[in-house]
């Protein structure tokens, strides 16, 4: 075995084993693997084996399709056998949620260029016999669905690593993970010490025990899963051809083929936590004991979806551990605040998705970031306040619901409220209803009189539509208050903060007193972030942007740390209030001494607010005349009783995030991870007209920011009003043109203000023309939509900037 490496992958996954075949396949050859028993040992051996494409979110559905495409590669470049069998699937809608659910997929599908279809029962009956379709409206068929063997495919892609310069060393247990001051690894096994530039931790069922080796908590848990393989069926093994997978949510099941049988595997509601105190590394090749008593409801559903079920026998039964993360997505990624330390874990799917995670993962360590967005596996996306006490009902909740409609307004209750501003039980008396963004609880709306306190989940208009409706009104007409704690907010202080915000940021940075927006960009020049950078002083700084990418942009500022300057994540400790409205400026001059009449737009000052000193900036997301006032976290609520006090005289209500995403539409303002992602670039968003193409820094991104300005994008960010029915446009529905799907939405809804539909979406340059007429496909139906040019409320900023 080798002492020295540039890459140490721990576990013997199929995981780690894609990891180390990227790591070859894009050009680092001196990387190896250690397992402390066989490959496939954990969860792996014992996975049903199954792979589909359907994923809510587009980047994860795009790599588990690299994924599927992958195994014939493997197989031609190995000459081993992956067991594939490209068999086809169905996913069952018996309501009109999951229906809807099937259609907003299907609509993805279109451009991402996946080729599903949605079909009828009477279809579903051909495709799938055994099926009693009886109560099914409709389904989704996928082609690609299929299953394989876990053993051959782990093997071939560890053969597959191997010829690429790879080793793998078997029966080698990781004793300690220890860094070193410049940065590099001492792997510790019970074979020796290794010395590697780069840890990878594909730990599965281990990975939390070998995280807390480096001193890092991952937020996954086990759950104990259970399949069933029949005897013989001769309805199965009489059919010319191999009978399709079949995914019926209502049961919570799904199905497939096996050998003359069939396997079906159950979501069951009685959900099992396994190993809650941790994974005993004895553990390995073993199964649990079958726990029939826990699937009885779902069996018995199962018996009348699939009759041919009632007369078969269980010929086996597989009771094994695979872990989740606390939303089910893999944790993929650098772990913030270690530096050369990698996350592999919490793929629950790793036969749809290995492949995608390797290939990202082997992306993010050689060429420093993925091709594409991938937040919704980035280890990032969860923060440091995160523990086992709320990823374990956490887990179980989403287990529980593996199979069950995500809906785009969906508020999940387990594990809350966990974190909360010093407003919770304010708001909670003034009727707020709850939703919750990086752990932290915030309101979406506030319910008066009898408007519902639960916002029935739909992928249409919802129930809080029309309270909605009246809190957008209460901004425009009078003024309205919500909190700042959905902002991430970070202090820059330090003798070289502003050369190092000109580094970092690709924007003007201001001068003392004032504000700026400005895009962050990767070294590849796609967007990274959207902030707002104030100056309080040329040695201090607060810059801000979304509550949810905190450890991700923290992460970010680490890897670029500079002498001279320190980043202070003060997000729950600075927190505060924004008014807006045309009575904004009257309540703030009510609660103030200080004389604010010649405040600018983009002013920002220090002010004593009531008793509260502040930092108050004249800028509002809602488009409107408002102001960001922030303070100390523990003078919060003096700072409400203030505002709320002096609101009152001109019409003050309170308002949520619901009412911000319908007010930010009147101005087509973009939000991050919709309009503004690492998938996108400044010249496709718009945002470039914020970069400081003439200052004197070399921020980061600059090159290819400026080669895209030469060449100018293909694509570009579009706004567009849409004769909707009773939904709006979500995110990544299509846009038609002249028949063809020519582009996507990133976002839309309805604007109470203006009483129209609107959506924000990409469409090629050449398309592109004032007017246009498009359609925009929105749950299976063709709704006319026209682009438009400006605002469709002040469009000339004057209320805004007045």
Not at 148 to 154: F, K, Q
């Amino acid at each position: 075995m080798k002492t020295t490496t540039r890459v140490v992958v721990i576990g013997g996954g199929v995981v780690g084993c894609s990891v180390l075949y990227h790591l070859t396949k894009l050009g680092w050859s001196d990387v190896m693997l250690l397992e402390r028993s066989e490959l496939t040992s954990g969860s792996t051996w014992h996975a049903a084996g199954g792979f589909h494409t359907l994923n809510g979110d587009t980047n994860m559905a795009a790599l588990q399709g690299y994924t599927i495409r992958l195994y014939r590669e493997l197989e031609e470049l190995t000459g081993l056998s992956c067991g594939l069998h490209h068999v086809g699937g169905v996913t069952l809608a018996d309501n009109r949620d999951r229906f809807d659910m099937l259609l907003a997929e299907r609509a993805k599908h279109r451009f991402m260029g996946l080729e599903t279809e949605i079909v009828s029962p009477e279809e579903i009956a051909k495709i799938a016999p055994i099926t009693n379709t009886q109560g099914v409206i409709g389904g989704l068929y996928d082609p690609l669905d299929g299953h394989l063997d876990p053993s051959g495919t782990t093997q071939a892609y560890a053969k597959a690593a191997r010829m690429g310069g790879a080793e793998i060393e078997l029966h080698c247990m990781v004793k300690e993970t220890n860094q070193r001051p410049d940065g590099t690894w001492d792997v510790v096994t019970d074979k020796g010490t290794i010395h590697a530039e780069h840890v990878v931790n594909a730990g599965g069922l281990w990975a939390r025990e070998v995280g807390a080796m480096a001193g890092v908590y991952l937020p996954l848990h086990p759950m104990a899963h259970q399949y069933l393989v029949t005897e013989d069926i001769p309805e199965i093994y009489e059919r010319d051809a191999e009978h399709p997978h079949v995914m019926d949510p209502a049961g919570e099941s799904y199905l497939r083929q096996e050998g003359r049988g069939l396997c079906i595997g159950f979501y069951e509601q009685q959900a099992e936590a396994w190993a809650v105190d941790g994974t005993p590394w004895t553990f390995g090749h073993e199964l649990l004991p079958d726990d029939f008593d826990k699937i009885t409801d779902s069996v018995a559903f199962a018996y009348n979806r699939f009759p041919v079920l009632e007369r078969a026998g269980v010929k086996s039964v597989i009771h094994g551990p695979f872990t989740f993360a606390p939303d089910g997505n893999p944790l993929v990624g650098p772990v913030p605040g270690l530096r050369n330390y990698w996350s592999a874990c919490g793929v629950m799917a790793g036969f749809s998705q290995g492949g995608g995670v390797g290939l990202t993962l082997a992306q993010w360590m050689i060429e420093g970031e993925p091709e594409r967005d991938v937040f919704a596996m980035d280890v990032a996306r969860f923060g440091d306040w995160i523990g086992p006490g709320y990823t374990l009902p956490k887990v179980v909740e989403n287990y529980q619901k593996r199979f069950s409609v995500s809906y785009p307004n969906e508020e999940l209750p387990a594990a809350r409220p966990n974190r909360t501003t010093p407003m919770y039980d304010i708001f909670t008396s003034m009727g707020a209803v709850w939703g919750q963004q990086f752990g932290l609880e915030v309101a979406n709306y506030f319910a008066q009189g009898d408007e519902p306190t639960y916002e029935t989940p739909s992928f249409r208009r919802s129930d809080a539509f029309d309270a909605t409706a009246r809190e957008v009104k209460a901004v425009r007409e009078a003024v309205g208050i919500n909190e700042t704690h959905n902002f991430g907010k970070y202090r820059v202080t330090g003798a070289n903060a502003r050369a190092w915000l000109d580094r970092i940021m690709a924007g003007r940075i201001p001068k003392p007193g004032r504000l700026s927006l400005t895009p962050m960009l990767s070294s590849k020049g796609k967007l990274i972030g959207d902030f707002t950078v104030s100056c309080l002083s040329e040695t201090e700084f607060q810059v801000t942007a979304s509550y949810g990418a905190q450890a991700f942009h923290m992460r970010w500022f680490d890897m670029n740390a500079a002498d001279g300057v320190r980043v202070d994540n003060i997000s729950d400790s600075r927190t505060g209030f924004q008014i807006a409205g045309p009575k904004a400026r009257e309540v703030l001059a009510a609660c103030t001494r200080s004389d604010i009449s010649d405040m600018k737009f983009m002013d920002i000052r220090r002010l004593i607010v009531g008793m509260t000193d502040c930092l108050v900036q004249r800028v509002s997301y809602t488009g409107d005349l408002g102001y960001e006032i922030f303070c100390d976290a523990t003078a919060q609520r003096q700072l409400w009783s203030t505002l709320w006090t002096a609101g009152q005289p001109h019409g003050m209500q309170s308002f949520g995030m619901r009412a911000m995403m319908s007010l930010r539409l009147d101005r087509f303002f973009g939000s991050w991870m919709s309009e503004f992602s690492p998938d996108y670039t400044p010249a496709e968003t718009g945002l470039d007209r914020f970069i400081a193409w003439k200052k004197d820094a070399d921020f980061i991104g600059r090159a290819p920011a400026e080669a895209e300005r030469a060449a100018g994008p293909a694509r570009k960010l579009c706004a567009f009003v849409v004769e909707a029915d009773d939904a709006d446009v979500q995110a990544y529905e299509p846009i038609w043109l002249n028949g063809a799907v020519v582009g996507f939405c990133t976002s839309g809804g309805y604007s109470h203000w203006t009483g129209q539909s609107v959506a924000q979406g990409f469409l090629p340059v050449d398309s592109i023309a004032p007017g246009l007429d498009v359609e925009i496909e929105i749950l299976g139906q063709m709704r006319p939509a026209k682009l438009v040019d400006g605002a469709l409320w002040d469009p000339d900023g004057a209320r805004m900037r007045g």
